[in-house]
């Protein structure tokens, strides 16, 4: 069992909409919990990050974790074509020496 | 600040030569780390270094060699290519206790 499953997608949606994009994980000493956004033929940049449970917002983005459930979530709220990207969720335990990533789920905002 | 540099950008490879990949940060990281990135795969970490003179394999180090000799500079050797490492090679660094990774803008590798 990998320690991060992802939805790779992809998925489509209109300008506007809501974007709920998910990923969940096997290793209950995970405590950190990153977004990451990855635009074609570049580096990942951070989105959002949390730490243990609970939600984190930054203006259109929210990111929510349950650790009784092992889920987590990106929601981009107004999505605009600029979204379009590749989203990766990654995690780390407490000592943080390794990170794991999700496969990536690819958007696609139409205008 | 340059952030992560990374070369080539691009190389292309014949079985059983060997290569380095070139990381640099400025940002005074304590943290470095390599990724390969493949189709349906993710980002697999290679190896890892908490510092200067410090290494680590990850989940994936098969057929690679790291050293760090500097907190600037993190090299990734391929001693024999083979065509399973053809991908998208990342290095990043980080902060620690901001736990957050700045990315370089990769390398693609191709073995033939």
């Known amino acids: 069992q990998k320690e991060v499953e992802q939805d790779p997608g992809p998925l489509s949606v209109p300008e506007g909409a809501i974007v709920s994009l998910n990923c969940t994980y096997s290793n209950s000493a995970f405590q950190y919990f990153m977004w990451y956004r990855q635009y074609s033929r570049k580096g990942p940049e951070l989105l959002m990050y949390t730490y243990s449970s609970g939600n984190k917002e930054d203006g259109r983005f929210t990111a929510q974790v349950d650790k009784s459930s092992k889920y987590i979530s990106l929601f981009i709220r107004d999505s605009h074509p600029s979204d379009s990207a590749t989203y990766l969720c990654?995690?780390?335990?407490?000592?943080?020496?390794?990170?794991?990533f999700g496969t990536g789920t690819s958007l696609t905002v139409i205008p | 600040n340059a952030g992560v540099t990374q070369t080539p950008k691009f190389q292309v490879l014949k079985t059983g030569q060997s290569m380095t990949l070139q990381c640099a940060q400025d940002?005074?990281?304590?943290?470095m780390s390599w990724y390969r990135q493949d189709p349906g795969m993710g980002l697999r970490l290679i190896h890892y270094s908490v510092g200067a003179g410090i290494t680590d394999q990850g989940e994936v180090p098969n057929g690679y060699n790291v050293s760090r000799s500097t907190t600037e500079d993190f090299p990734l050797r391929l001693l024999s290519a083979a065509p399973s490492q053809t991908s998208v090679y990342f290095c990043a660094s980080l902060r620690r206790g901001q736990e957050t990774q700045y990315f370089g803008p990769g390398t693609r590798l191709l073995v033939l």
């Open positions: 990654a995690m780390s335990s407490l000592t943080g020496n390794q990170f794991y």
């Open positions: 940002m005074n990281h304590e943290y």
